[in-house]
């Protein structure tokens, strides 16, 4: 089967303001702290129906009330969004760098490089088997990159209502709608590769990690290898000629 070369070496990630002030950790263990960049998911709050607006008579009251009625809305329209394969669009070469950021890390914390090797093959396959392959670890891993978005954006949220006491001319419109651009950005399931990532990597290290209720290491670990076996399956089944047809 053809093979796509990969560079090993990946763009260092610009997620101004997607994570906490201090950036990215670098307890993701990429090598030389490089991270994928994230590019922007498309996603956008709509907000024609939000029952507040804001002007230029913003008041610290009416700017703390917009965005509760943001962050709220916002959510709901996220999730319907990370369910919707046809408003994501095309998969990127960063989210396929990122799923091999995530095998490495699983190789790590089990002892499973055999599979793990066998997962990032099946990534650098022709485009349309890489897309398929691709595919089929998203549709395995859904529950956990959605529970890794929801971990971002609850932290980036508690950043922004963390604001509320401060004054308009130190948090006025702008600076409101610069965090709500942020915030939307987050709505991306290579940021919840990124958090699934971190929080597997956050358990291997022994760190305290407030998301290990919620990311379960041992489900994605025998997801990766459900996946990648049924991937060799198929791939072996193709590469065996039909006895009978030959003849």
């Known amino acids: 089967m053809k093979k796509i070369g990969l560079t ?4 260092i990630v ?3 303001g997607c994570v906490p002030t201090g950036g990215l950790p670098t307890s993701l263990g990429l090598q030389n702290e490089t991270q994928p960049k994230v590019e922007n998911s498309g996603f956008m709050t709509d907000k024609s129906t939000f029952m507040r607006t804001l002007g230029t008579d913003i008041t610290v009251q009416s700017r703390n009330a917009y965005m509760d009625e943001f962050i709220l809305k916002s959510d709901i329209q996220c999730q319907r969004y990370l369910n919707d394969p046809l408003k994501k669009g095309e998969k990127s070469a960063t989210e396929s760098s990122l799923y091999m950021n995530l095998f490495d890390t699983v190789s790590g914390m089990f002892g499973m490089k055999y599979i793990t090797d066998s997962a990032k093959s099946a990534l650098m396959d022709d485009k349309s088997a890489t897309a398929e392959n691709q595919q089929a670890y998203e549709n395995a891993l859904s529950p956990e990159i959605r529970r890794g978005v929801e971990i971002g954006r609850a932290r980036y949220a508690k950043e922004m209502t963390g604001k509320k006491s401060l004054p ?3 948090y006025g419109l702008a600076n409101l709608e610069q965090d ?3 915030y939307d950005k987050q709505c991306n399931d290579e940021y919840g ?4 990532n971190r929080a597997l990597k956050d358990m291997q290290n022994g760190m305290a990690s ?3 209720s919620i990311i379960d290491p041992q489900a994605i670990k025998d997801k990766v290898t459900a996946v990648t076996n049924e991937v060799k399956e198929k791939e072996e089944t193709v590469a065996v000629p039909d006895n009978n047809q030959s003849k």
């Open 8 to 11: 090993s070496t990946i763009a």
């Open 14 to 16: 610009l997620l101004t």
């Open 168 to 170: 308009i001319e130190q």
């Open 180 to 182: 709500m651009t942020t």
């Open 193 to 196: 590769l990124i958090e699934i």
């Open 210 to 212: 407030t998301q290990q």
